[in-house]
């Protein structure tokens, strides 16, 4: 079992920039590949950014490239997401996920363990 807690969501004015964390315990080697998706009120389950945990290559969609980065504090186990240039249409409760799989893994049926979420406000 890995065990996924996320922190850093919070509300904000369009422009501004948040910094999400998702600290990992438990079975840890498990987690190849964790990623952050996002959910926003009667909309499906969406991915925003990936992460190799070994090598840190990333991967990202297409709606972030440029105003979303993903990284990683191997030593504590936390990775995050940083999120700049904030527009109300990114409000949503952020995820963090983790996958023993490798490679670009985008569908959240893909990802075995997942985290409570954090929610992301933003006014306009």
């Known amino acids: 079992q890995v065990q996924l807690v996320e922190s850093g969501g919070g509300l904000v004015q369009a422009g501004d920039s948040l910094r999400l964390s998702c600290a990992a315990s438990?079975?840890?080697?498990?987690?190849?590949?964790m990623a952050w998706f996002r959910q926003a009120p009667g909309k499906a389950r969406e991915f925003a950014a990936a992460?190799?945990?070994?090598?840190?290559?990333?991967y990202y969609a297409d709606y972030v490239k440029g105003r979303f980065a993903i990284s990683r504090d191997v030593a504590k186990n936390t990775l995050y997401l940083q999120l700049n240039s904030l527009q109300p249409e990114d409000a949503a409760v952020y995820y963090c996920?983790?996958?023993?799989?490798?490679?670009?893994?985008?569908?959240?049926?893909?990802?075995?363990?997942w985290g409570q979420g954090t929610q992301v406000t933003v006014s306009s």
């Open positions: 996920a983790a996958t023993r799989r490798v490679g670009v893994i985008t569908g959240p049926d893909e990802y075995e363990y």
């Open positions: 992460l190799n945990w070994i090598v840190g290559s990333t």
């Open positions: 438990g079975r840890t080697f498990s987690k190849n590949t």
